[in-house]
């Protein structure tokens, strides 16, 4: 990838390819009444235009994964005869390149009837607020209560010396990609096969909505991912004009390539967080905590795509974290918006909870009068209470709180310097347990989810002895090819450049619902591989047994870091001195010699279905220190100090890389990034001008990142993930030491991101400025 090697959708060849351009609508809200493509299908450059009508005939809606109970069927449509959002793709135009492909789909004539905008969750409930689904009674999706009974939350509140209540927003953002999405997807008539290369997190899953709405057969459809820029969340599910895409590409029989503008990436990729949330802690005597409760608004946005709600149930589930409390529970409104539709973001409901409780904590601890720190320390879970079942059911594995906030406090103990007198520093330690490993399939299905949670591997030993891995889970820019071939090394016991890794193609790895979401491709790839590993190591040590004519258990298996296959520094070893190498041992087992006649199998190759008896639980603690410029109301990171628990690291450096991109990625969204529509709902926040990422001057030179280690007990090899776990923690620990800093305006910092602006309307409020 650093040297420019890395084959992004973009960067790969095919021959008279065809190329496509999105017609979207202007409008958040509108009626379709035309759709006049005459200019453009006259124009000589054009292959093919594809309006709401014609898309109709070739194309059924979206299939939805998850649902929320009383949520209408209403499904994503490929042709959208009104449009709910501003970008809403309501046609495809195909052409020989790509300008002319846009400039043909700007030349087609749209007739819109303009409906009323609903562009907040307060316009959506208001009274008489226009409908957005049709026949829906308003405009609610349904709701879902997680957590202890009402009663068990009355009798806790009945105690309660001090009850904390804030609403608390936090705003839609974008995931920024470096790579935007973007599909080549090429039809052969001769065969029907239908190959679809996308910049996707989950090629399996896509291949199943392809299938469904194309009306074609899954062993027609082949899905690979080439190597995908970042994702974030948001290349989980299948788009309607990645759809459109593949509907055009099986119309011509060709090869047609999309590839998103950064300013569509930034209107009509779905985009992430979007919740107002009232929530409240009630703490008892000597500071105990007795509830936490809160009722989340989710902005699903125009659609209640697979995952919309989702994110906003994992707050729910979440928001006890890592401490004891009496009765926890939480309810979850989804309600639709004419916004483009969120979904899933790294951190996936769980920086929201972070946000919320952490803050909620700090305010208890102001109004007490009490140590923040000490107030956390005193009502973490123990380790010794290992494992735990929260008040919405989740089962803590191992890991120790203490020690990691304990640490993290430690670290960012620092004298503060000399600041000028319109400038105040502080700094703040807060903590949160990280879902990971998101499986067993047996709990989606509790939860009614239509995927499995599974994960396989085939593992292959060649007839020269290296060795190939495939895996349905996807690189996106995380490593985990690297990291596979680790774990498949190890576990064979032969050097790491032996191993390759093999992603992404549908034809190839094993099915895989999730893929390279939920911070789970490591823990279940790789637990998958780990005993895939062990039993094919068992297997050659077995056949180089027979052939040295001694026991296995008399055999060892001695293999130089640096020995290739087929020396002799690569070989097993009998009693009596004598050797075979690991090629030749390869080599024989391949030409079924040596084989034993109680086994069928021939082929050195392992195929593993891993299902984990539980989730595993990553957990860590994040100090931040912060100035604020009492003037300008600047927040600035000076300081950053993060420990995580991901049990067993397979690569520290990955890890490190993981943690400190999460962080940036976090940072960014306490303090800079807000995707912004204006009143009719139309974005405005359509580039990297109005819409401000962290560049590597707003990550502080002071990020420290250390790891404790307590091994899963429900992932072999004792891992837990850790893709998610940087982002949850920043917007908490940013927001806590501002607070800590001018104590003044602590009330009020409730709402992300906090921009200049918004922390000088507090500053000026409180009389400050
Ligand atoms: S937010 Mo993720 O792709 O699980």
Redesign the pocket.
């Known amino acids: 990838m650093v040297r420019g090697h890395g084959r992004f959708l973009a960067d790969l060849r095919a021959t008279g390819v065809l190329y496509a351009a999105l017609v979207r609508s202007p409008l958040a809200h509108a009626r379709v009444v035309g759709f006049d493509a005459t200019a453009a299908r006259s124009d000589p450059r054009c292959a093919l235009v594809l309006g709401p009508d014609d898309l109709a005939k070739r194309t059924a809606p979206i299939p939805t994964v998850w649902r929320l109970p009383g949520q209408p069927e209403d499904r994503v449509p490929i042709a959208a005869h009104t449009a709910r959002y501003a970008g809403q793709p309501l046609g495809i135009v195909v052409a020989d390149t790509p300008t002319a492909a846009e400039d043909l789909a700007d030349a087609v004539r749209l007739d819109l009837d303009p409906l009323p905008p609903v562009p907040t969750v307060a316009d959506a409930l208001a009274e008489h607020a226009p409908p957005i689904v049709p026949g829906a009674a308003g405009n609610e999706a349904g709701s879902i209560r997680f957590g202890a009974p009402q009663e068990e939350i009355a009798a806790a509140l009945s105690r309660a010396e001090l009850v904390v209540e804030r609403e608390f927003t936090l705003p839609r953002v974008n995931h920024s990609p470096l790579e935007s999405r973007g599909v080549l997807a090429e039809y052969d008539p001769g065969t029907g096969l239908l190959t679809v290369h996308a910049s996707s997190?989950s090629p399996h899953s896509m291949r199943q909505d392809l299938c469904a709405v194309l009306g074609l057969r899954a062993d027609r459809v082949r899905v690979i991912a080439p190597d995908v820029g970042g994702?974030?969340?948001?290349?989980?599910l299948l788009y309607p004009d990645e759809a459109m895409v593949c509907a055009a590409a099986v119309d011509l029989g060709a090869a047609v390539r999309w590839v998103e503008s950064r300013t569509e990436n930034f209107i009509c990729a779905y985009q992430?967080r979007g919740q107002r949330t009232t929530a409240r802690l009630a703490i008892g005597p000597e500071g105990r905590f007795l509830v936490f409760d809160a009722h989340i608004l989710a902005d699903l946005g125009a659609y209640a795509t697979q995952a919309g709600s989702g994110?906003h149930q994992v707050t729910a589930l979440t928001l006890q974290g890592p401490y004891h409390v009496d009765a926890a529970a939480a309810t979850v409104t989804g309600v639709y918006t004419t916004r483009v539709p969120t979904g899933?973001?790294?951190?996936?409901g769980m920086q929201e909870a972070a946000f919320i409780r952490e803050r909620l904590i700090d305010e208890a601890a102001r109004e007490l009068g009490v140590s923040p720190l000490d107030l956390r320390l005193d009502n973490l879970i123990r380790p010794e209470e290992l494992p735990h079942t929260t008040h919405t059911g989740l089962t803590y594995d191992s890991g120790d709180y203490g020690a990691a906030l304990r640490r993290a406090a430690a670290l960012a103990e620092r004298p503060p310097p000399p600041d000028p007198p319109w400038v105040r520093r502080a700094g703040a330690v807060v903590a949160a347990v990280e879902i990971s490993a998101?499986a067993p399939s047996a709990l989606l299905e509790a939860f009614g989810i239509a995927w499995s949670g599974w994960e396989g591997v085939r593992l292959r030993i060649n007839h020269d002895g290296t060795v190939t891995a495939y895996s349905g889970v996807i690189a996106v820019g995380q490593g985990i090819e690297t990291s596979l071939a680790q774990i498949a090394a190890e576990g064979l016991g032969v050097p790491l450049d032996w191993v390759r890794v093999e992603l992404g193609d549908t034809d190839t790895a094993p099915h895989s619902d999730?893929s390279?979401?939920?911070?789970?491709a490591l823990t279940l790839a790789g637990g998958a591989l780990l005993i895939a590993a062990r039993r094919l190591a068992d297997r050659m040590r077995t056949l180089a047994a027979g052939f040295l004519g001694t026991d296995p258990d008399r055999v060892t298996q001695r293999i130089a870091s640096h020995a290739d296959p087929s020396s002799p520094d690569a070989a097993f070893h009998g009693a009596d001195g004598a050797r075979i190498t690991w090629r030749e041992v390869a080599h024989r087992g391949y030409r079924g010699w040596g084989r034993r006649k109680s086994t069928d199998r021939i082929v050195l190759e392992e195929a593993v279905d891993f299902d984990p008896p539980q989730l595993t639980f990553a957990h860590g603690a994040h100090a931040a220190e912060v100035t604020v410029d009492l003037g300008t109301g600047r927040v600035t990171v000076t300081g950053y100090w993060a420990v995580h628990d991901s049990g067993v690291l397979v690569n520290p450096l990955i890890a490190h890389g993981q943690i400190a991109g999460g962080i940036a990625q976090g940072l960014g969204q306490a303090l800079t990034e807000e995707a912004r529509a204006d009143a009719e709902g139309v974005p405005v926040t359509r580039s990297f001008r109005e819409y401000a990422i962290p560049a590597a001057q707003d990550i502080p030179e002071d990020l420290v990142i250390e790891h404790t280690c307590t091994p899963s007990t429900a992932i072999p090899g004792g891992f837990k993930g850790l893709?998610?776990g940087g982002t949850i923690l920043p917007p908490a620990a940013v927001t806590c030491a501002v607070a800590a800093a001018v104590p003044e305006i602590a009330h009020a910092l409730t709402s992300l991101p906090l921009t200049p602006s918004r922390v000088r309307a507090a500053l000026r409020a409180a009389g400050i400025t």
Do not use: H, I, N, W
């Open positions: 997190q994702s974030f969340g948001s290349k989980v992430g994110p899933a973001y790294r951190g996936y998101f999730l390279a979401q939920a911070s789970r893709g998610e």
